[in-house]
């Protein structure tokens, strides 16, 4: 099983570590960061770098994408490059989910059009749009 975990700028750490750690412990799954770019990529508070190994034009089929929240959401919501690869991943994957604000950027992708979703309550009414 490949997992494809979305990193982005200002995202939260532990919405990308805590499906991680989890996810990572399963013998014969494969786990990885993807971004944009190859490197480092910072988390909301600043402090911790999360890297990833995979560009998104490196990924192509993962059976799992996973997508966290964070204050990165928002700008990451407008960056037409990102939501073309979720939809393009989508396309192919057993589960596309997301935790928290990520599913903003499943909604921006255009692909909760019809479906029930959920997530930080604060961001339920964008969500919804």
């Known amino acids: 099983m490949h997992i494809a ?10 919405d990308a570590i805590g499906p ?28 911790v770098g999360l ?16 997508v966290p929240g964070g204050m990165g959401t928002r700008k990451t919501m407008a960056d037409e490059e990102i939501l073309a690869w979720l939809r393009r991943i989508d396309e192919t994957s057993k589960w596309t989910t997301s935790v928290c604000t ?9 692909l909760l059009e019809g479906r029930r979703a959920t997530g930080h309550w604060a961001w339920l009414e964008p969500l919804g749009e």
Not at 5 to 14: G, M, P, R, V
Not at 52 to 66: H, N, T
């Open 20 to 47: 991680y750690e989890v996810l990572r412990s399963v013998p014969g799954w494969e786990v990885e960061f993807v971004a944009k770019q190859r490197g480092e990529v910072r988390t909301d508070s600043g402090v």
């Open 102 to 110: 990520g599913s903003l950027l499943l909604a921006a992708a255009g």
């Open 5 to 14: 975990i979305l990193i982005f700028e200002k995202l939260t750490a532990l």
């Open 51 to 66: 890297t990833a190994d995979r560009s998104l034009e490196e990924v192509e089929a993962p059976e799992i994408l996973l």
